[in-house]
């Protein structure tokens, strides 16, 4: 028989509530103000009138940014970094943490691999000696200089590793006393079992590659090569931009300011992923599900 909920633990129940509505809100807030801000005219922006609702609402952010000529160019170059080096970072993350996964007495020396990964995570050679290395190898304003430096994300790796060693070691004996080979277990019976860490470190490739623009800013030496991120973080109403404008693009700088914009540019960068992301999290609650449930 279920027991009525006293009166003490109704209090609490209410308290919790309102403690996660409250976290709700904070996350929440931030996100509304800035897609507010972005439909909001200059002046209201301006004079902080805008709060959680479009004040003046207006659509020329959207469309100076829609406008500029290299901007649909600029998003077919993000696409391409994100499924080029998404699809890099998923098979060496892969094919990396499978056999560090394993024992020393199946991968001689995995200690020294191990220690070499974790020195790359912790030191870098820093920009000039990349700098110089792309320039070297002649991949200026290609694809290659985006994707190619962080083709093995250390820290993805380690994640995918753990959650591998996390599985139960009779899946591998059965394998090899059935004879199968490595390749087969990582293909055919590891890579299913780890949905929920592939969808996890695939998602922070992708966020990754949409979000970078440091790179595109030093590698590429046009706006035509630029990823999208690169290409509106250059996107800025300069004051003294007024005296090249005619008249009729006055108007436009009138209900246009940096502020305006840059909450336009947080909309579209945000876009893509929150498209991404609910294809993605029936995994993370079924990762979070896993670690929940023993028999």
């Known amino acids: 028989m279920v027991r009525n909920k006293t009166i003490s633990a109704q209090a609490a129940e209410a308290i919790l509530i309102f403690i996660m509505l409250l976290i709700s809100f904070m996350s929440l807030a931030p996100v509304v103000h800035v897609f507010s801000v972005s439909f909001s005219d200059n002046a209201a922006a301006a004079g902080g009138l805008v709060k959680f609702w479009p004040v003046g609402f207006t659509l020329e952010s959207y469309r100076k940014i829609l406008e500029e000529p290299h901007f649909f160019n600029a998003f077919l170059v993000s696409v391409k970094r994100v499924l080029l080096g998404g699809g ?3 098979v060496l993350t892969v094919m990396m ?25 912790l030191f870098s050679g820093g920009i000039i000696p990349l700098y110089l290395t792309i320039k070297s190898l ?23 590793m753990n959650f591998f060693r996390n599985l139960p070691k009779e899946l591998s004996e059965a394998g090899y006393m059935d004879g199968a080979g490595p390749w087969y277990m990582m ?3 590891y890579l299913p079992l780890s949905l929920p860490a592939m969808a996890t470190v695939t998602l922070f ?16 030496r046009s706006a035509e090569f630029y990823p999208l991120q690169t290409y509106i973080q250059q996107l800025v109403v300069s004051q003294n931009a007024m005296l090249e404008l005619d008249s009729s693009k006055l108007e436009l700088l009138m209900k246009v300011s940096d502020k305006t914009l840059n909450a336009a540019k947080i909309v579209v960068s945000m876009v893509p992923i ?11 609650i079924h990762g979070i599900m896993l670690g929940s449930v023993k028999e």
Request: aromatic share 22%; net charge positive.
């Open 97 to 121: 943490a499978y056999p560090l996964s394993r024992s020393n007495k199946e991968f001689p020396h995995r200690t020294i691999y191990m220690w070499f990964m974790l020195f790359t995570m």
């Open 138 to 160: 002649g991949m200026f304003n290609t694809i290659w200089a985006l994707v190619l430096p962080g083709a093995v994300p250390v820290f993805n790796v380690i994640l995918l």
């Open 187 to 189: 293909i055919r019976v």
């Open 88 to 90: 890099i970072n998923f």
């Open 274 to 284: 929150l498209i991404i992301y609910p294809f993605l999290q029936k995994y993370f």
């Open 205 to 220: 490739s992708i966020v990754g590659h949409w979000n970078a623009f440091f790179d595109g800013m030093i590698f590429m």
